[in-house]
């Protein structure tokens, strides 16, 4: 009987090993954890009062490959835009690629929960006195549409 039970215990084990070495499994839970990870990011930049992304500016960078300073001040102002469409585009891949059930399937589920967490951010920030971004609601849900085709 004891041999039994062990032979059953050891065959569950290497069904586990063998689940365990899937690169499908960890890609997904590889996704999930970064999906977590840039949610909490991202919900430390939406809660601030206001955020100054020109300390994110590469300046020294951007003025030795010869940008002029007006470009600099262009880009500056409208770099939030960029980092938009970055969350936009990544959140989207991640949420479709961790394949959460009944969230990310079918993968428009995904789209439309991201395109409405866009805009309830933007919403969001208006209730704080941030200001509603219609540009900026904008950028993000065209990136994530074009997540969503790349990836569909």
Same mark, same amino acid.
């Given at each position: 009987m004891f041999n039994f039970?062990?032979?059953?215990f050891t065959d569950s084990v290497r069904c586990n090993e063998s689940i365990m070495t899937d690169p499908q499994l960890y890609r997904k839970w590889f996704c999930r954890t970064a999906l977590c990870c840039l949610i909490l990011l991202m919900s430390s930049l939406v809660f601030r009062q206001s955020y100054n992304f020109a300390h994110w500016v590469p300046h020294d960078y951007l003025r030795s490959i010869g940008l002029s300073y007006s470009a600099l001040l262009y880009f500056e102002q409208h770099a939030d835009k960029l980092l938009?469409?970055? /969350?936009?585009?990544?959140?989207? *891949? $991640?949420?479709?690629?961790?394949? +959460?059930e009944k969230i990310s399937r079918p993968k428009?589920?995904?789209?439309?929960?991201?395109?409405?967490?866009?805009?309830?951010?933007?919403?969001?920030?208006?209730? /704080?006195?941030?200001?509603?971004? *219609? $540009?900026?609601?904008?950028?993000? +849900?065209?990136?994530?549409?074009?997540?969503?085709?790349?990836?569909?």
């Open positions: 039970e062990l032979r059953q938009h469409i970055v /969350i936009a585009f990544t959140l989207t *891949v $991640l949420l479709i690629c961790s394949e +959460i428009h589920r995904a789209l439309i929960l991201i395109v409405t967490g866009l805009i309830l951010v933007e919403l969001l920030q208006f209730q /704080i006195g941030r200001g509603f971004g *219609v $540009l900026d609601a904008g950028v993000g +849900i065209l990136a994530s549409y074009w997540a969503f085709s790349l990836i569909k």
